[in-house]
């Protein structure tokens, strides 16, 4: 976090940079919750040109945005606490050529977007230099998504799995067993999902799946040491219902991602 200088946009919504013209010098920063509360969205949307996007609604009804992120470290449902990382600093959009910023929002119950707070005291637009308050990256541990394992004794990350082209859109843990990832080309049009194992002490019973909404669906199970799949369908604006399973861990996403 540090030290952040912020330019709003004509309404509340305000963009974060570490210092003006430093380009893609943010890129990879570690974005976190400003607040405890449940995650109401975990997606790469195109309509809005948000790229990868992480909506949380806190306990009095408000909700805060972090978008153009450049990975999401929690899934739809997850509760997360303060300080808690969310996702790394990107320029995901699928309508802007943006530099690496966090674009960022709190809003109302209702949607509206609020002028926004920070430790303590209202944000002077149009800009201000920030330092937060906040015990960045202390509480319940996200781990970041661009990266399938948290032991080195698994060589390979989402990425690697499904091959050149695509970027990771959406994940979820499985336990501590790992984490089951769903990922996009727009070159090709094709969604993959993959289930990576965090440690590969031996093989264990895994597997990933991919329905693309109208279609069969498509399952990868067995036992691996390192990953289940890839699964890959085309799914270009259409819904997609993925998911997978590591042991008893399993995880099953309803029918999302339909841009």
Known sequence: MG??????HTGNEID??????DGDADRGRTVVASAAGTVVMSEYRTTDGFGNVVKIRHSDGSVTLYAHLKSRAVSNGQNVAQGQQ???????????????HLH??????SGEILRASFNGSPYRYPNQTLTSNNNCGSGTTGKPTTKANTSTSNPYSPEQVCGAGFAQVDSATLGKQGRVFLLYSASTGQNCVTTVRNGTNGKVSAKAYLEVKGKRRVTDSGSFQYYAGPVRAKAAHTC????????????DSPFEHCD
């Open 3 to 8: 030290s952040s200088k912020s330019y709003a």
């Open 16 to 21: 974060f940079n570490g210092s003006a013209g």
């Open 86 to 100: 969310v996702g790394a600093v990107g320029n995901t959009s699928a309508k802007y050529k943006i530099i690496s």
């Open 104 to 109: 960022y929002e709190q809003r109302s119950s």
């Open 240 to 251: 997609v219902k993925w998911g997978g399973a590591i042991g008893s861990d399993v995880y």
